[in-house]
Every structure is written in structure tokens, then in C-alpha cells.
């Protein structure tokens, strides 16, 4: 046997990486870089947190390479974010997974969950969940009055069309400039088993009202002078669809507009 294999066969390898590590220092030549293991190697992957944490943001979904990309920005801020839904319907002990996902890829931010159902079990530290149901704008407001600032909003509870809007509707107006939500699974706008329709102008399907946010992003081009732009007209700034979501910036909307430059004619009548 060598010199080497009988040295860390008599010191160990914990006290042989000490030795080695002593070495460097005294050398002059920096240390090694200590390779993160268990969820910490995983940690910058939202991927393979959804995996790890068995929600099905990733599989089932694409949510998480979606969500990687325009909530990067976060990954070491100090943040809240309420996700509405916590999974595993009234099954005890069942739901939480991607509230953990969240808190694994913010190791700063505070998570937030409400469900209909009590999903207390699932509370630990920057894990908190509240009981509300997301089809009453009042219990809605009771929660965000709970949290304070919110920084990130994730709606997927019922997926009903019409508790969509009214979280929507409730919701984003307490979301900080800056923020992001989005609203998963929308494809149960198209069922009618699942309050939606199949009438792809609907207007009162989730979609029909996404879909309109589009427009209010140019209000400032509509030649109707009698149009009064909405909250959403002033306050979003883009909206991204993907398969089955839809992420949705908050800010001010207020870039100006060339058309009286570009229709003289019409505009010169006024």
C-alpha cells in the first residue's frame, strides 16, 4: 500500500480534507469549492424542485420552466408570495407540494397558501396557509390584509371561470408595481362542465377576460374618445400566454402614443 491510501486510511477523510484545506491556506492556493448536495443541488432548478416536491407544476404541467424564467429576478429577494389553491382538496394531510417548491427556490421569501379547506399541517417556517374561499371578494381581502404586501400572486384553485375573474378582479389591485400574477390551468375556460364555454369569444370565461387584458395593454391607440381606460388598462404591462397559463406583469401603462402624428386627418377635424 502506498503512502497516501495508509495516511487517509489512518486519519480519515474528514480530517484529510482539514489537512488539505490547512495546505491551501498556508500555500497560498484558494480552497476547493464545496459541491452543495441534497435540495440545495437542486435549489436554481424549479424543474427539479417540482419533481423533488411531487407537484404537478412539472409533468403534468410546464409550468415551472415558465415561471423559472420570469420569476428569476426574486430568487434571493425578500418577497411575498400567495398562491390561492393548496392541493389535496379536503384529503387530510394531503397538498403543500409546490408551496414547498416555492420555499425551496425563494430562500428568502415568505410563502402564502389559501385553500378552501384547512391546510394548516402544511405551516412551518416561511410556510404560512389561511382558510378562504376565493369566489367571495371579502374573504379575499380578509387574507391579503393578513399578508400586507404581495409581491407574486399564483391562482390555481377551482379553475372556475367565474371564481377566476373575482380572484382577478379582487386581487390584482393589491399586487405591488412590479409584481406578477398568473393563472394556471386555464384550459377548464373552454369546458362547460367547468363554467366555461365553447364559444371562443366568450366573454365571461377566465380566458375572455385575459384575453381582453391584450387590448387594454394599447388603450392609449383606441380612437374612441369617449373610451375611460380601466384599472387594467393603467396597471399591466404584459401578458405572456403559454399552454394552460398566463403570466401577467403589473405596472404603470403609460408609454404615449403616436396617433395623432400618424392620423392628421382625423385628428385635424378636432
Known amino acids: 500500500m502506498s503512502i497516501r491510501p495508509m495516511v487517509k486510511s ?39 424542485l417540482a419533481v423533488h416536491f411531487k407537484t404537478d407544476k412539472w409533468g403534468t404541467h410546464r409550468y415551472t420552466q415558465h415561471y423559472q424564467r420570469h420569476l428569476q429576478h426574486l430568487k434571493n429577494k425578500k418577497f411575498n408570495l400567495l398562491e390561492i389553491g393548496i392541493g389535496g382538496y379536503s384529503r387530510a394531510g394531503q397538498g403543500g407540494a409546490s408551496l414547498r417548491m416555492w420555499k425551496a427556490f425563494f430562500p428568502n421569501a415568505h410563502i402564502f397558501g389559501m385553500d378552501i379547506h384547512d391546510k394548516s399541517f402544511v405551516d412551518e417556517d416561511r410556510i404560512t396557509t389561511f382558510i378562504g374561499d376565493q369566489s367571495d371578494p371579502d374573504s379575499l381581502n380578509a387574507v391579503a390584509d393578513k399578508i400586507g404586501e404581495i409581491d407574486v400572486i399564483i391562482d390555481d384553485g377551482s379553475h372556475r371561470s367565474p371564481h377566476v375573474i373575482t380572484t382577478f378582479e379582487t386581487l390584482f389591485p393589491r399586487l405591488k408595481d412590479g409584481g406578477i400574477y398568473a393563472v394556471e390551468d386555464t384550459q377548464s375556460s373552454y369546458w362547460p362542465e367547468w363554467m366555461g364555454s365553447e364559444d371562443l369569444d366568450a366573454k365571461h370565461t377566465s380566458m375572455g377576460m385575459l384575453k381582453r387584458l391584450t387590448d387594454g395593454l394599447n388603450y392609449e391607440e383606441f380612437v374612441d374618445e369617449s373610451y375611460e381606460p380601466t384599472y387594467t388598462d393603467r396597471n399591466v404591462v404584459g401578458v405572456h400566454f403559454y399552454h394552460n397559463l398566463v403570466i401577467i406583469e403589473k405596472g404603470k401603462n403609460a408609454e404615449g402614443s403616436n396617433k395623432r402624428s400618424a392620423l392628421k386627418q382625423r385628428y385635424a377635424k378636432s
Do not use: C, F, M
Open 10 to 48: 489512518a486519519l480519515g477523510e474528514k480530517n484529510v480534507r482539514v489537512l488539505r484545506q490547512l495546505k491551501r491556506q498556508l500555500t497560498g492556493r484558494p480552497a476547493a469549492p464545496v459541491k452543495p448536495t441534497g435540495l440545495d443541488a437542486i435549489s436554481h432548478d424549479l424543474n427539479k
